[in-house]
């Protein structure tokens, strides 16, 4: 028995067929769904890359992404039939009645505009505020959703903010207009488990504080199940099974379904520092760090990593982790202290770097989306490292190509003149690592590789990462917030905040109690598969409603 009133059904899909154009011609990708969302509710859409999650979600706008079309159904939104509405009305919907939170914050906003320029542009346009209470409303939102300097940070460029917390900017920008309902893809993929537990937190008071409908796309179980009334289960376009979120966490009916809930296997052993004195392929050493006209923003930051091994680095968003890579690939010269490489300091500036220390440390990013060139063929992408690097040309570079493509484990005849758009998630990933692989490095930091992907394509990459470790020798810093990631694939953990490195050893004994205070946070901050988990957590933290998160 559902607590919705079929009278509060908000937004009815019946029968959605949508088509996908590919090599000149149509196909089918999402075959006949169909869904109720009531005033109120949130209904969570899971599966693997390629389901259609994002695609339903799009469609529930009325929008049918490039490459596609609606071509069957039918998608009612208050009384309103989509698929026969013009133009005008689905727009006048769009930002005010309807909002949409993508998943690549850094992709979504535009770079030439202020964060609060952007968040009071719905609200205004739409006569639903003034433009001096929009800022109010923004910076209220701000502080909500745990943003740092509330009443200031939405003066910054988009650049010029961290990707959690551009991300939490987007969340606060989709409230802005307190639309009937939410898209929200993937929200939470680029925040840190403590950021997002308060960014959670807000979204479920604002779905009950206003009796907003929300569907919430995600390849994360644990946080469906914070979230979500009822679970809808997608695999190819078509529906595998739906349920309360209870139920279906209890109790899951179908093969699919089950195989979901039992991902993130892997696990590999953990290797311990050499004997031998074989010194650290990359040593950081006491480094104090700024950005141009800033406060400084790494505090006597030290740790070593040693060849062919896997230190995870782990913190907050704004902890410093990614500042710290820019410091090892001269991106950032350091205020003071130094980077070693195999026991010889680097100049600090890599265009001071010569051609073999550039080599030596390559880059793979989180958001394949973004680090891709979308115009750029996939033998072209791979192709430059391996030129610039060795020099190759001709039959000796494609060779090259066609040799990364197989240790990527995607076949060269099919891909090699492919476009980045025309490829999964996992797959742009896997040709980031071929990029990466293509200067034939030592040592590659792996940003966030994993947190834009579900659950069954992480765990292949994680895989492919560690088969190349094995083969090619390579030493890994991996950035992650993700410490199921941490406990499947790292040797040794460095845990950071505020800056400073607050605790690190090897993995076993940094999972062994007793913790550091901030990494004893971080732990008991990983969601669960327990509807309840995130309200348990919040009592225990002495968070009676979400104004208090913040303080958490």
């Not at 079929?6 to 169909?34: A, F, M």
């Not at 900017?169 to 537990?197: G, K, N, S, W, Y």
């Not at 206003?210 to 569907?215: K, W």
């Not at 680095?313 to 202290?337: F, H």
Request: aromatic share 6%; proline share 5%.
């Amino acid at each position: 028995m559902t607590r919705f009133a079929k009278k509060d059904i908000l937004l009815e899909i019946r029968d959605l067929q949508i088509q996908g154009y590919t090599d000149e011609t149509w196909i089918d990708i999402i075959k006949g769904v169909d869904l109720t969302l009531h005033r109120g509710e949130v209904l969570g859409l899971i599966g693997e890359s390629g389901a259609g999650k994002s695609t339903i979600g799009a469609a529930a706008m009325g929008y049918a992404r490039d490459g596609t079309r609606i071509s069957g159904g039918s998608i009612e939104f208050d009384g309103i039939e989509l698929t026969n509405a013009s133009q005008a009305e689905k727009r006048a919907l769009r930002g005010s009645r309807i909002a949409y939170v993508a998943q690549s914050a850094a992709a979504s906003f535009n770079p030439a505009h202020k964060i609060i320029d952007q968040h009071t542009e719905a609200p205004v346009h739409y006569r639903i505020q003034k433009r001096l209470e929009a800022q109010e409303d923004a910076m209220e939102l701000y502080e909500r959703l745990r943003l740092p300097n509330p009443q200031e940070i939405g003066f910054r460029y988009p650049h010029q903010v961290s990707g959690g917390q551009l991300q939490r900017a987007m969340t606060a920008m989709a409230m802005a207009c307190r639309p009937d309902l939410i898209i929200f893809d993937e929200p939470t993929t680029a925040l840190d488990v403590t950021t997002q537990i308060e960014v959670l937190a807000a979204i479920r008071d604002i779905v009950d504080q206003f009796n907003t409908a929300a569907i919430y796309i995600t390849h994360d179980l644990a946080v469906v199940a914070q979230m979500a009334d009822t679970i809808k289960v997608l695999l190819k376009g078509e529906e595998v099974e739906e349920a309360s979120t209870k139920e279906m966490l209890d109790n899951p009916q179908e093969d699919y379904t089950k195989s979901l809930w039992a991902v993130r296997s892997f696990k590999r052993p953990q290797k311990s520092r050499p004997t031998d004195g074989t010194p650290p392929i990359i040593a950081v050493k006491n480094v104090d760090a700024a950005y141009p006209g800033g406060a400084k923003v790494l505090d006597d930051v030290s740790f070593d990593i040693y060849p062919g091994m896997t230190v995870a680095v782990v913190g907050e968003s704004g902890s410093g982790k990614s500042t710290t890579a820019r410091c090892i690939t001269g991106l950032l010269p350091p205020l003071k202290g130094e980077i070693l490489f195999k026991g010889d300091p680097m100049p600090a500036k890599y265009k001071d770097r010569s051609l073999d220390q550039l080599r030596q440390a390559q880059m793979i990013y989180q958001m394949a989306d973004t680090a891709l060139n979308p115009k750029v063929r996939i033998s072209e992408i791979i192709g430059r490292p391996a030129q610039f690097y060795s020099g190759l040309k001709g039959t000796a570079l494609k060779q090259r190509v066609d040799e990364l493509l197989d240790l990527i484990e995607l076949e060269p005849s099919k891909y090699y003149d492919r476009y980045p758009p025309e490829l999964s998630g996992g797959q742009k990933q896997r040709i980031g690592i071929a990029r990466a692989l293509a200067a034939e490095p030592e040592f590659i930091i792996c940003d966030e590789v994993t947190s834009a992907l579900d659950q069954l394509v992480a765990e292949g990459i994680l895989k492919l990462l560690d088969r190349l470790q094995r083969d090619l020798g390579l030493a890994y810093m991996f950035i992650t917030h993700d410490l199921a990631t941490v406990r499947s694939i790292a040797d040794e953990v460095v845990v950071m905040q505020h800056g400073k490195v607050v605790e690190q050893g090897p993995k076993e004994e940094m999972f062994t109690p007793p913790h550091h205070p901030y990494t004893d946070l971080l732990l008991s901050s990983v969601p669960e598969m327990d509807p309840e988990w995130l309200t348990t957590v919040l009592e225990e933290r002495g968070v009676d409603n979400i104004g208090d998160a913040a303080d958490v």
